[in-house]
């Protein structure tokens, strides 16, 4: 039986980093201008005040007709977990998500494994199909392809973490005699799939240990999570899959400014009702987004949510 690395009937919350990418989707206005200073203050408190994980997401080359959405600014997942490895010690350190189509399975399996070791067993591989054409252009990936190649390097990437010398033959990749260590440090190092469309559930459901969707709110989650779990039945049985949530943009307590777009405030009380109810459709992990004007607007947001809100989300 696999074992889930969430606690039994426990609601945890992670994080993407801030910083790291810079999209206008998502970056607040102040991160455009800030370094790995912010980078280091806000791990240091993710570790410090209970987050589960923290985030790193995956571009390599932004084309130049998506700049101005997208920014160009995406720290490199592996040197960027590799850094948070180093500055914490209790926050696990998650791809959200890692594009494995775009590299050589055993490369991606040879920097994971080592990050796992490096951090003292605390890496989740978090991966996904990638959604930018013109990026597997530029790196010679097969766009077209790329959800086969994801399922396969998926079932390559999970033989290395088990093996020293795996073997694999399938339609892109064959391997055999080629050993690599260090060895993770994690009895299993979690794959957790992101996506949300009717393959990535599949594909999460048959390959992977944990599900990360692609939009945030509850709408639609019920109907995903049931068909998650009536595809993980029929592919592995009993086996747990962990389960995530992307919860709408959050403000603890009543900001003094006006907001633009959507936010969930109010009390600690209010918010973590509001937030149990993706535990209710089935969730055991959301991830939080704060709104805020500064670095130490989100600091003191992440204080706040780990003292007075995350208590109350398994009460």
Request: with cysteine; hydrophobic share 40%.
């Amino acid at each position: 039986m696999l074992d889930s690395i969430i606690p039994p009937n426990a609601l945890v919350y992670g994080m993407q980093l801030p910083v790291q990418s810079t999209s206008s989707i998502y970056a607040e206005a102040w991160e455009l201008d800030a370094d790995v200073d912010a980078i280091d203050a806000i791990a240091r408190k993710a570790d410090e005040t209970g987050f589960f994980y923290l985030g790193v997401c995956d571009h390599t080359a932004i084309p130049r007709a998506l700049q101005s959405a997208m920014g160009t600014q995406w720290y490199d997942t592996i040197a960027t977990l590799g850094y948070l490895a180093g500055i914490t010690r209790k926050v696990r350190l998650l791809s959200h998500v890692y594009v494995v189509a775009h590299r050589h399975p055993l490369l991606a399996a040879k920097s994971f494994m080592t990050l796992d070791e490096l951090s003292r067993g605390r890496v989740i591989l978090g991966v996904g199909v990638g959604h930018v054409e013109s990026e597997f252009e530029v790196l010679e990936a097969d766009f077209r392809h790329r959800g086969r190649d994801t399922d396969e390097a998926i079932q390559l990437i999970r033989k290395a973490f088990d093996q020293e010398y795996p073997e694999h033959q399938g339609r892109r990749w064959s391997v055999a005699d080629a050993g690599l260590a260090p060895r993770p440090r994690q009895a299993r190092i979690p794959i957790w799939v992101g996506g949300s469309s009717q393959p990535a559930l599949r594909r999460a459901a048959e390959l992977g240990d944990g599900w990360l969707p692609q939009q945030a709110g509850l709408q639609g989650l019920s109907d995903a999570i049931a068909a998650l779990r009536e595809r993980r039945k029929q592919a592995l049985g009993a086996a747990p899959l962990d389960i995530g949530a992307i919860t709408e943009p959050l403000y603890v307590g009543q900001p003094s400014w006006e907001i633009d777009g959507e936010v969930l405030s109010g009390s600690p009380e209010y918010i973590a009702e509001r937030l149990r109810e993706f535990g209710s459709f089935g969730a055991n992990h959301l991830q939080v987004r704060f709104r805020n004007r500064s670095l130490s607007e989100l600091l003191d947001q992440m204080e706040a949510f780990g003292s007075q809100v995350a208590p109350l989300l398994n009460g």
